[in-house]
Nanobody
Framework: QVQLVESGGGLVQAGGSLRLSCAAS???????IGWFRQTPGKEREFVAV????????LYEDSVKGRFTISRDNAKDTVYLQMNRLKPQDTAVYYC?????????????????WGKGTLVTVSS
């Protein structure tokens, strides 16, 4: 199994930037990492995913061109660089591991989850 801990959330003004980190421990090889987000009363939604090697990524349409997912396997960490943030990006952001190393976008496909970090974007 793998343990995931998110960090880097906070309060930022619209147009600003944040970088989220997802630190992994335990099994630290051959899995994809996805970022998802959730607001109260809504389903958890896909944001971005990266495979183990970092060679393949996918993004949800509304974040394309603004968010970048990357990973540093030497540090067992995956990053989500978020630029030009909008109030509608406000959510709790979660990272999750997929041991099939696929580019899954469905939360039900993920094997392990972190506890989340809150991102608040003020207008």
């Amino acid at each position: 199994q793998v343990q995931l801990v998110e960090s880097g959330g906070g309060l930022v003004q619209a147009g600003g930037s944040l970088r989220l980190s997802c630190a992994a421990s335990g099994r630290t090889f051959s899995y994809a990492i996805g970022w998802f987000r959730q607001t109260p009363g809504k389903e958890r939604e896909f944001v971005a995913v990266v495979n183990w090697s970092g060679s393949s990524t996918l993004y949800e349409d509304s974040v394309k061109g603004r968010f970048t997912i990357s990973r540093d396997n030497a540090k067992d960490t995956v990053y989500l660089q978020m630029n030009r943030l909008k109030p509608q990006d406000t959510a709790v952001y979660y990272c999750a591991a997929d041991f099939t190393n696929g580019l899954a976008t469905n939360p039900s496909a993920m094997d392990y989850w972190g506890k989340g970090t809150l991102v608040t974007v003020s207008s």
